[in-house]
Structures are given as structure tokens and as C-alpha cells.
């Protein structure tokens, strides 16, 4: 027999991630660990926000291909440094995170598109 | 008063000078991805490295500079690509530079020196050939410009 919930314990389980949205997690967590990669961005269209568990990503895709596999969309922000080089970094950090997690079979291709650049500036003072 | 000059880095026009590209923003394919770069990117970046150049005041028209400091008072538009018009094709691009210049300067060798650093961080950052740096002068700043405007609208 189940124990009795209390009041303070969840009314149900989170449900657990799915693989697209594990996915997209992890391309952006890793895109966004590379040297030059600022932040993510909403795209041309605004389309690549998604609102998951654990809260919304801002500049992902992914979405299922018919063999199975997940293509994964990135817009990002990124420092004025050469570009495709970074892509390409981005591109190995997405599929070395996925393959940490058992997820490289998923990955299908790692577009990126890069929005806008943004320069190293002196700190904003707190408040401004 | 403005002072104007056009110096182009060809004399063909800008919209023959570039191959077009019919897919969007420029990019690169690769069997893992493809890499897209947006024309916003590529005007910024031109815009950046115009305002490296010594002697370069500020980009942009007067009413461009007016509703630039509108625009981002408001939190919309980037000053860095005011005065930056860019054409950019899947290999190549042309860019449009509206400057003003400091007085005292050699406008053709602040010229030249933007058109060299353009092409150069464009090429660097973006990996697309520039056809074309086409730099028009429409202004002259003089030291204390600013101080005099200032003082003339706490007259008025």
C-alpha cells in the first residue's frame, strides 16, 4: 500500500525530461560553455525559446527527424571572434555532452546561427 | 555644413559586385551542421571596426545618430550598426560606411585605413571576401562641439 501523502509532498512527479528536451538542455548548456559563445538568442523569428522543465532556454531547437534522431537549431550571441571556427567548437562540445549522457545516437545535425556579436565591455555597475 | 565624399574600393556597383544567395543569412554547410551568419552580425562588425580607426568621430547621418540615441535611450536598435548598410551574398559582401570624420584629418587615409580593417575583421570574423567598402564623409567634428551645443540649449 502506498504511503499517505503529506501536504507538503508533490501531487504528482515531475515527469521525467524527454529525450528531445534532454537534448536541447544539453546542446545549449554546451554551446554557451564555449570560449567566445555569450548567451543564447530568440532568433530571427523568436522561435528558438522553449519553456521546459527547469525553465525556459533561450536559442534552441530540436526537433525529430523520421530516422529517429533529434536536429538540434542553435542562435546565439557570440564575442567578435572568427566565426565558423566557433561553430565548429560548438558542434564538438554539443556532441562530446551528448555522448556523456548516452545521447549521441540521438544527435542529428548542430546548425548554428550566429545573431548577433557582442563586444567585451567593463562590468555594468550593480543597479545601473 | 557637411562635407561629403564617396570613395569605393571598385567602381562597380554594389548590387553587381555580389554573388547572391538565395537562402537567407550567409553560411557554410557541413556534414554536421550548418552555419549560419546573420547580415546583423556583419553590419556590427563593420561598424566596430570603422570606429577603431583613428580619427573616425562617429557613423551615421546626423538624423541617424538623432534617432539612434531615440532608439537606444529606449533599449531598441544598436548605435554600433548606425551609418552600416551591408549586402552580403553566400561568399562575398559590400558594405556602405556613412562617418564623420575628425577635423584635421586626412579623409583619404582614414579611408583607406577603415576600408582595410573592415575587409580585415570581416574576413577575420565572418569569413566572407568584402568587394567592396564604399565610405561616405557626410560630416566634420570639431573638438568641442558637444560643449558648445550644450551651452547653446541651456540658453535657450
Known amino acids: 500500500m502506498a504511503p499517505p501523502s503529506t501536504p507538503d509532498a508533490p501531487l504528482q512527479a515531475p515527469a521525467r525530461p524527454s529525450t528531445r528536451g534532454r537534448l536541447a538542455r544539453l546542446a545549449l548548456d554546451g554551446a554557451l560553455a564555449v570560449e567566445n559563445v555569450v548567451a543564447g538568442h530568440s532568433g530571427p523569428s523568436g522561435a528558438h525559446v522553449r519553456v521546459a522543465e527547469g525553465g525556459t ?17 542553435l542562435a546565439l550571441v557570440a564575442r567578435p571572434v572568427s566565426l565558423h571556427p566557433l561553430a565548429e567548437e560548438v558542434r564538438r562540445c554539443v556532441g562530446e555532452a551528448a555522448s556523456q549522457v548516452g545521447l549521441a545516437d540521438a544527435l542529428g545535425t548542430v546548425d548554428v ?16 | 555644413m557637411a562635407t561629403s565624399e564617396t570613395t569605393s574600393h571598385q567602381s562597380s556597383g554594389k548590387s553587381t559586385a555580389v554573388a547572391k544567395r538565395d537562402d537567407g543569412p550567409a553560411g557554410l ?3 554536421r551542421g550548418r552555419t549560419t551568419i546573420a547580415d546583423s552580425v556583419v553590419s556590427k562588425v563593420a561598424g566596430i571596426a570603422a570606429r577603431e580607426i583613428p580619427g573616425v568621430h562617429a557613423l551615421g547621418g546626423g538624423a ?20 552600416v548598410s ?8 559590400a558594405v556602405d560606411l556613412t562617418v564623420v ?6 579623409i583619404p587615409q582614414v579611408s583607406q585605413a577603415i576600408r582595410d580593417n573592415v575587409a580585415k575583421r570581416i574576413e577575420g570574423i565572418a569569413g566572407l571576401r568584402v568587394v567592396e567598402v564604399n565610405i561616405t564623409v557626410n560630416d566634420l567634428y570639431f573638438p568641442g562641439d558637444e560643449a558648445q551645443q550644450e551651452s547653446e540649449s541651456r540658453v535657450a
Open chain 1, 57 to 73: 532556454a533561450v536559442g534552441v531547437i530540436a526537433a525529430a527527424r523520421p530516422d529517429g534522431r533529434y536536429d538540434v537549431s
Open chain 1, 113 to 128: 546561427a550566429f545573431e548577433d556579436v557582442r563586444e567585451a565591455g567593463p562590468a555594468t555597475p550593480a543597479g545601473a
Open chain 2, 29 to 31: 554547410d557541413s556534414e
Open chain 2, 64 to 83: 541617424a545618430r538623432a534617432l539612434s540615441g531615440v532608439t537606444s535611450a529606449v533599449g531598441l536598435g544598436d548605435p554600433r550598426s548606425q551609418g
Open chain 2, 86 to 93: 551591408v549586402e552580403v551574398g553566400e561568399e562575398e559582401t
Open chain 2, 101 to 106: 570624420v575628425e577635423y584635421g584629418e586626412s
